[in-house]
């Protein structure tokens, strides 16, 4: 099998919506566990002027893959924390370390700007290499416990009840 060039990861630029949709589309296509909206979360996302971290991967000028981050609110009013997702990888580039590299970059982003944690609902053996656990006291309602993770990068240990964005609803 060829070796395919790997990827540069960037910030998303306006003339990068068409692609990221495709991409998320493809990504989450035959995926398990999904209602298929994460490309409308996107778009309602970036409508909302709330992608706090929108990161491409971009192969000759191809966008291969797609990573999202968005501010949360805690229940307690424990500021500055982030929810990572939808992260998606063209099917074909999946199991090349871009979704991984993806999702560092946007980790990282979220550290330099100050946040003090991230949340996520995903599968635990994937984000479990990343630092991601379930953290005690925070609760995503309807979602089980083992596939709400946070990673908290704060001394402080917040509790209550998570909301994301209105976005999160979007279906269209």
């Not at 000759?60 to 981050?69: I, L, N, S, T």
């Not at 099917?91 to 590299?101: E, H, K, L, T, V």
């Not at 990068?153 to 609803?169: C, L, M, Y």
Request: aromatic share 8%; proline share 9%; net charge negative.
């Amino acid at each position: 099998m060829p070796t395919l060039p790997h990827p540069t990861l960037r910030p998303e630029t306006s003339d990068d919506a068409e692609a990221i949709e495709a991409v998320t589309v493809a990504a989450f296509r035959e995926a398990p566990h999904t209602s298929h909206t994460e490309q409308h979360i996107v778009r309602a996302l970036r409508a909302a002027g709330a992608l706090a971290v929108s990161l491409v991967a971009e192969c000759d000028v191809e966008v291969v893959g797609h990573v999202a981050a968005s501010k949360v609110s805690i229940s307690n009013g424990a500021p500055d924390w982030f929810g990572l997702g939808p992260v998606s990888v063209l099917p074909a580039w999946q199991g090349r370390g871009i979704g991984s590299a993806l999702v560092e970059a946007c980790l990282a982003r979220l550290r330099e700007r100050g946040a003090r944690g991230c949340v996520l609902v995903g599968e635990p053996g994937y984000y479990q290499r990343f630092g991601f656990r379930p953290l005690p006291g925070l609760i995503l309602p309807g979602v089980p416990p083992e596939y709400f993770m946070a990673l908290n990068w704060s001394s402080e240990r917040p509790e209550g009840q998570v909301a994301f964005h209105p976005a999160f609803a979007a279906t269209a």
